[in-house]
């Protein structure tokens, strides 16, 4: 009886042990104080992990989202972080689509690649049964995910047929797609618009996008070429291809991609100037390379880049880069590079 008095004492002691020090976490963190947030999460999970304690009370589920999500941005008790953030279904107010190790139940790679992974399991897609369940998750997130109407996304997969037939399609498509996640909390479909649940799922186009958010902010803000260097590589990594690079008959996935690009090389644009105009133009330089690496039919990418080498007087570094981008061109579209591109490779010093 004693022992289990002494061995309930240690484990009351550990709980209050991890409030105090979550709670000073918690306060540090809100005053904007991570050194002192740091080292008060580092106690906290420490303490959760050698006792095993997962309790968070309701009122507290937010913060302790939030803990986690800075836990393993700085590498803290990754583990800890991540079996708390399973236990209680966590999700920080801002979406964590860029924290590294985030525990998502599902991840949609559809950037240069087309992958669905349940945890860490990829999802593999048969081409026999009833409907297309592939298709409507690529058309649904070439619409933005979220709140899409039924009727948009079965017009968009049975175009040449009847409205009754185009609806349960796509009812016994969906059906099917959830059955295939294992996990009908994944997909909602209410009041007619389907939706993927940002709490489930990670898409890596959702996360380039709000790291182009941030990016265009951090360009406006003066002094913040460091922030613009991170955030550039962080979109750069993420960006590992053009949305869906094999499908070209789908309308709205066409549309997705040129809407990417476009942002991504207005970003682009205006951090590759200002670089220049702080004599790092090789930098600049370096992210059209990387740009075209990942998307080697991004036309635009390499007219800038022919006109950065232009203004560097390395004319025959731009002639080369029109040549690649010609051969691209006539290799994989029968095309040749636009009157726009051909003006700037025409305009090229001798």
């Known amino acids: 009886m004693r022992a289990a008095r002494g061995l309930s ?9 991890f409030a105090v020090e979550f709670t000073a976490a918690d306060t540090a963190r809100r005053a904007e104080d991570m050194a002192a947030a740091k080292m008060a999460l580092a106690r906290a999970f420490r303490v959760g992990r050698e006792h095993g304690t997962l309790h968070v009370p309701w009122r507290r589920r937010e913060a302790a989202a939030e803990l986690c999500a800075a836990a393993l941005a700085y ?8 079996a708390m953030i399973k236990a209680h279904a966590l999700m920080p107010r801002v979406s964590p689509l860029r924290v590294a190790d985030w525990p998502w139940p599902f991840r949609f790679s559809l950037l240069g690649r087309t992958q669905v992974e349940r945890g860490t399991t990829p999802v593999e897609f048969s081409g026999k049964g009833p409907g297309r369940p592939m298709e409507l998750l690529k058309v649904l997130v070439a619409q933005g995910g979220q709140a899409v109407r039924a009727e948009q996304i079965s017009d968009a997969l049975w175009p040449h047929v009847d409205a009754d037939y185009a609806h349960k399609s796509f009812t ?4 099917r797609l959830r059955k295939l996640l294992g996990d009908d909390d994944a997909l909602m479909l209410r009041d007619g618009r389907l939706s993927l649940n940002p709490a489930l799922v990670w898409v890596d186009l959702w996360a380039l996008e709000q790291t182009l958010g941030e990016l265009d902010e951090a360009l406006r803000s003066p002094g913040a070429a460091a922030q613009v260097d991170r955030l ?9 291809g053009p949305f869906l690079p094999d499908e070209s008959e789908q309308p709205s996935y066409i ?24 004599g790092r133009a090789e930098a600049a330089a370096d992210w059209y390379s990387r740009c075209i690496d990942a998307d080697p039919l991004f036309e635009a990418a390499y007219r800038n880049l022919m006109l950065l080498l232009q203004r560097r007087g390395e004319s025959g570094e731009a002639r080369a880069v029109y040549e690649r981008l010609r051969t691209v061109l006539s290799t994989r579209l029968k095309m040749m ?7 700037v490779f025409t305009a090229l010093a001798p």
């Open 9 to 17: 004492g240690r484990v009351g002691a550990a709980l209050l042990q």
């Open 75 to 82: 590498g803290i008790e990754r583990d800890f972080a991540k």
């Open 232 to 240: 550039m590589d962080e979109a750069l990594t993420l960006y590992r």
């Open 337 to 343: 590079p636009s009157q726009e591109t051909q003006a």
């Open 172 to 175: 016994a498509t969906l059906h």
């Open 255 to 278: 549309a997705c991609r040129e809407q990417l690009r476009a942002r991504l090389l207005r970003c682009l644009t205006r951090a590759a100037r200002a670089r220049e105009e702080t």
